[in-house]
């Protein structure tokens, strides 16, 4: 058929140019879930023509209550493809690419970013935002940033020098926990959930290698050495129990190492509840079923018909669900307890077969690991006095799973191509009036969806406050020395002062302190295709500082050594020593979130965000947080 | 103001029973919507509530289900999700907007839904939605669509009507809890109104035109459960309690007097682009037929405008030419975005009605695409 009839509604409302503009632009789209169904579906209908689809996720059955380009013989499927045979189904002359992969690949280098006209991001995590962030800075190509959690969403556009870029603003780090309230003094659910997940489950089923959750923060300081120490002899201990796997009596071993035993020497320490409510420790021949004892008793056990039965029903039952949504009594606990246990062990064993290095891993999806730690966070709650949680909720908790629903996608994602109008009549439309659109949760009256003011640029941003540059070059041939000359050649960007260059975090050159490397390749050094340097240049005689992100393109055959683009030595912004001293002491938070980055600027990273920024997730499923 | 029907003769055929699917994979599990009645449950003001009463007599949720709403159970939990598993809903018009409405509410998972519409897919239909494909041009819309519905949630029991709406009689309407008129113009939603009202189907009435959307909800009474403020600070306070919306029908809406209200921000931000939209309703009303971008026409509809605005003692200024100009040129256009957003924030609307968790829309949403923002002014 002829566009005329597909593009009557369009056409009514939208000036002939932005029609034609709609048409002619090529868009990359960054994830495939919730939001970017929806953009797709939104875009393609809008009149674009030529999109890129790039995700790395398969589709999982909780995916289908809102991605509606995906159904039940999708599962497992890359999102991408199936997002792209979806939307060719009704609309068969779209011009799609989908690839079904990690979008930090080195095939999507700078020059890939330069082939579209906008980007736009509907992607579920922090670190893959803020790659595509610096990628967009880099190719100088406008960005559509969005996230929804639950009833909530927002979306604004960011462009290079003229709005804050997505790590202009402060961000907060997944909370972590110390480890005292963890180990010993918890009082809360999740500090329960977490000893459960993070302590318990990876002290007991573990690969060896696997030390304790990075959530868990060990520092010692004056107060809690001896207390640190006492709880490194408390996990040597439960280390061998472990030895006594696959006998009957390891369930019972267990409860009473960790529910009984442990929980008395605690009790011993009695300064430590002098403020607190002192924990009641759980006594196995009070709480354990009959059957239980029995087949702890029992040599070479046959389970009993039934046995444990009512307390875990079949996946797939109405019980199963209500057994999940309720809070399960004490002995309930008990006895998914030590079922899961017997499960767990005779799984870890059994891979331990293969590779003694190997290990059971947390999977909230994975029924006995997350019975097992539904079950140890509630007795443990139930020793400290803590209210307990039902399955259903422990698994949001221990899993991180973000509620999400079609509409808070649909909205944002038709947000997102409002936005993208306006990106495309700038004679019609300045940057400032696009605005940032947040849409909060619906109280029957009132705003749903704000419209308020863009960020202008974070003069100290460590990300956008500096010059981005695509060097083209044989890194088998150019050398270390090579990209200095880059820096400080009058022929090339010309900036003076002392020059350092790191490469993800780690420095591999620094002016008369680190030059063991300058002759050798970029290749040795692992700058490859796709990478990209951190160069800081301190000009102590001016008193300024100025950042360069260096993108390297391998090229075979090329005519000189290297070849550059981007911005030239004048036009890299500079940040006057004093202040950029001031503002990463500014941003040094005392505990906890920090990050190192690049010249040792700290960064404050955010998941759940602040009241300014209320989201910016769509689902975060690697991270702890409190809900 | 059903732009694409008013003019056109109607070709009336019966209504679209589920018997003609019999070829759809998916009647086997399809589940039976309970009665409409089933929603009608005792009602007392501010009591707490017992969680099991709400599965009395409803179909219930199974484990299969847990695990594909699970994302959703958590926002608005168990409960509610067993009420949109028996809600039965009837949309009527299949254009861009009832395009969102319907893939919300049937990836939510609602019982049964029903779409009444008369018209056959025009090419313009194929930009303006993702159900209907170049094979469907000339078929009727709602039977099109139909499988495709299906494919997005086999849970749902979706039939299709192919009468117009002056064809149905009034007993036609009491099968549905809930109603969603798209696209209606003004004398069509007054008599669905009074229909809805007097046999108590909870009403949603929308469109979009252009960059401009709205949307009317008339629930009649409606009681809900939300969360006790009081529970707060005492534990041994009921988790949640109920409470109760008495909703205006669209005849009290349309004389709302703004002469004491408190409210002045709905009545100076939110409300004034309800006016808008309503002075092209009555235009649509008095003239048989949509203004054009003449500047004639323009007049009419500013003169209209400033007839609706100083009767309800707003200030006309408050809606400005520049908006009534846009509206008479685009009104005919449904553009996929603002479908998506007016789309998005009615479904979630109909939902939480559904639900009977946390307040519902009351009464007027106003969809400004512009800027973009959105929001609700009260009665």
């Not at chain 1, 997505?166 to 963890?182: E, F, G, N, S």
Request: proline fraction near 4%; charged fraction near 25%.
């Amino acid at each position: 058929m002829t566009d005329s009839g597909r593009l009557a509604h369009l056409e009514c409302a939208l000036s002939a140019d932005l029609t034609k503009t709609l048409g002619d632009a090529s868009i990359l789209m960054v994830g495939a879930g919730g939001i970017g169904c929806e953009l797709l579906k939104t875009l393609l209908l809008s009149g674009v023509k030529n999109i890129t689809v790039v995700d790395l996720d398969t589709i999982d059955l909780s995916n289908l209550n809102r991605q509606f380009l995906f159904q039940k013989q999708h599962i497992s499927k890359a999102k991408a493809h199936v997002a792209r045979e979806s939307a060719l189904r009704f609309n068969p002359e779209a011009n799609i690419v989908s690839h079904h992969a990690n979008i930090k690949d080195p095939q999507f280098d700078v020059a890939f970013f330069r082939g579209f006209t906008v980007v736009m991001n509907a992607l579920d995590n922090l670190e893959a935002r803020s790659y595509v962030n610096l990628m967009c800075l880099a190719a100088d190509r406008p960005l559509v940033e969005a996230g929804t959690t639950g009833f909530q969403g927002q979306s604004y556009v960011i462009k290079r020098r003229k709005t804050a870029c997505y790590d202009c603003l402060p961000k907060v780090l997944p909370k972590t926990y110390a480890v005292c309230t963890i180990r010993s003094t918890p009082s809360l659910p999740i500090h329960c959930i977490v000893w459960a997940k993070s302590y318990l489950f990876s002290q007991l089923f573990g690969p060896p290698s696997e030390s304790e959750d990075p959530v868990l923060d060990t520092r010692e300081d004056e107060g809690n050495a001896e207390e640190i120490s006492k709880l490194k002899d408390e996990s040597e201990a439960l280390k061998a129990i472990k030895d006594a796997m696959g006998t009957d009596k390891f369930p019972r071993m267990v409860f009473e190492k960790v529910f009984n035993t442990d929980v008395n020497r605690l009790l011993s320490m009695h300064d430590m509840w002098k403020s607190r409510k002192p924990p009641t420790p759980l006594v196995y021949d009070e709480l354990a079923s009959e059957e239980e004892k029995e087949t702890q008793t029992r040599k070479g056990r046959s389970k009993g018909k039934g046995k444990a039965q009512k307390n875990a029903p079949e996946s797939g039952d109405r019980e199963r669900l209500e057994w999940e949504q309720k809070v399960w009594s004490v002995e309930e606990s008990v006895g998914v307890f030590l079922k899961s246990l017997r499960v767990l062990a005779t799984r870890y064993q059994e891979v331990r077969k293969s590779d003694p290095e190997s290990g059971l891993s947390f999977d909230k999806d994975d029924d006995p690991v997350m019975d097992f730690v539904a079950a140890t966070a509630n007795l443990r709650a139930h020793v400290y006095g803590i209210p307990q949680q039902c399955r259903f909720n422990t698994k949001q908790m221990a899993g991180s799973i973000i509620p999400a629903v079609a509409t808070s996608n649909a909205i944002i994602a038709g947000v997102m191509v409002l936005h993208l109008f306006k990106l495309l009549t700038p004679s019609e439309v300045p940057l400032s009036g696009i605005k940032r659109a947040t849409l909060g949760t619906s109280t029957g009256r009132g705003t749903i969806l704000g419209a308020g003011s863009n960020e202008a640029p974070n003069p100290v941003c460590a990300v956008c406050n500096a010059g981005f540059v695509v060097v083209e070059t044989d890194v088998e041939k150019a050398k270390l020395k090579d990209i200095v000359e880059i820096v400080k050649g009058s022929d090339h960007l010309g900036l003076k002062g002392e020059v350092s260059i790191n490469h993800k975090n780690l420095l591999i050159y620094e002016d008369d302190d680190l030059e063991d490397n300058v002759d050798k390749t970029l290749q040795e050094v692992h700058i490859t295709h796709g990478k990209n340097l951190q160069i800081l240049v301190d000009d102590d005689d001016a008193g300024v500082k100025r950042t360069v992100y260096l993108f390297v393109l391998h090229r075979d055959n090329l005519p000189t050594l290297f070849t550059l683009s981007g911005d030239k030595g004048v036009d890299i912004p500079t940040v006057a020593s004093r202040v950029a001293e001031e503002s990463n002491n500014a941003k040094r938070p005392r505990e906890e979130g920090l990050e190192e980055r690049d010249e040792g600027t700290k960064r404050l990273r955010t998941d759940g965000g602040s009241h300014d920024d209320p989201i910016v997730i769509d689902e975060v499923e690697d991270t702890i947080e409190l809900d | 103001m059903n732009l694409r029907s008013s003019s056109r003769k109607r070709v009336a055929k019966d209504v679209e029973a589920s018997d003609t699917a019999n070829a759809s994979p998916y009647r086997g599990s399809r589940a039976k919507p309970s009665q409409a009645q089933s929603s009608k449950r005792a009602k007392n003001n501010t009591s707490s509530t017992d969680s099991k009463e709400n599965g009395n007599g409803h179909t219930q949720i199974n484990d299969d289900e847990a695990q594909l709403y699970d994302r959703q159970i958590r926002l608005w939990g168990l409960d509610a999700q067993t009420r949109m598993r028996n809600a039965s809903v009837c949309i009527v018009n299949f254009g861009a907007l009832s395009t969102e409405i319907i893939k919300n509410l049937v990836l939510a998972g609602i019982g049964a839904l029903t779409v009444v519409d008369p018209e056959n897919v025009a090419p313009k239909d194929l930009g303006a939605g993702f159900f209907f494909r170049q094979e469907d041009v000339g078929q009727n819309r709602a039977i099109s669509a139909r499988e495709r519905i299906l494919d997005l949630n086999p849970r749902v029991k979706v039939d299709a009507v192919t009468k117009p709406l002056s064809d149905l009689d009034d007993d036609f309407y009491t099968q549905f809890q809930f109603l969603v008129l798209t696209q209606a113009d003004l004398d069509t939603m007054l008599r669905i109104d009074d229909i809805c009202r007097a046999k108590k189907i909870k009403l949603f009435a929308a469109g979009i035109y252009g960059l401009t959307g709205y949307a009317f909800a008339d629930l009649v009474e409606h009681v809900y459960t939300t969360a006790n403020p009081a529970a707060k600070d005492d534990t041994s306070a009921p988790k949640d309690i109920t409470r109760t919306i008495q909703y205006h029908s669209l005849a009290e809406t349309l004389e709302k007097r703004w002469d004491n209200t408190t409210d002045k921000r709905a009545r100076d931000t939110v409300r004034p682009k309800f006016y808008a939209v309503l002075a092209l309703l009555t235009y649509q009303q008095r003239h048989n037929a949509p203004p054009s971008s003449s500047e004639a026409d323009v007049d009419r509809l500013v003169a209209i405008k400033d007839e609706l605005m100083k009767r309800a003692n707003v200030n006309p200024s408050f809606v400005t030419l520049d908006l009534l100009r846009s509206l008479a040129a685009t009104h005919s256009a449904e553009l996929s975005p603002i479908a998506a957003l007016a789309g998005g924030l009615l479904s979630q609307e109909i939902l939480r009605a559904i639900g009977e968790k946390d307040p519902p829309m009351d009464n007027v949403l106003v969809i400004d695409g512009l800027e973009p923002q959105a929001g609700i002014a009260g009665y």
